[in-house]
Nanobody, 115 residues
């Protein structure tokens, strides 16, 4: 059974930083690409960052230069380091993996950027 559990969200002031974590279980983590998505109020869910099993990471234009995705295969965990946060980053952040059986999502972690 695939499980993804996010953590690390919270309330942060503009310009601040947060690091999100997503712990995966029920899969051979190291052989899959991993994704972070977010969904802001009233908006569609959007891809934020992707990390392949090897090679280059990918980022949405809105977060390039501020966010960094990384993974620790020994811990079955993917991270999202978020710096220079602003109000437009306020959203629920979801970890995602795409398998042949479909897309799997975590429960999400709320990030709120406000002074």
């Amino acid at each position: 059974q695939v499980q993804l559990v996010e953590s690390g969200g919270g309330l942060v002031q503009p310009g601040g930083s947060l690091r999100l974590s997503c712990a995966a279980s029920g899969i051979t983590f190291s052989i899959y690409n991993m994704n972070w998505y977010r969904q802001a109020p009233g908006k569609e869910r959007e891809l934020v960052a992707r990390i392949p099993t090897s090679g280059r990471t990918n980022y949405a234009d809105a977060v390039k230069g501020r966010f960094t995705i990384s993974r620790d295969n020994a811990k079955n965990t993917v991270y999202l380091q978020m710096n220079s946060l602003n109000s437009e980053d306020t959203a629920v952040y979801y970890c995602n993996i795409r398998l042949v059986t479909g897309d799997y999502w975590g429960q999400g972690t709320q990030v709120a950027v406000s002074s």
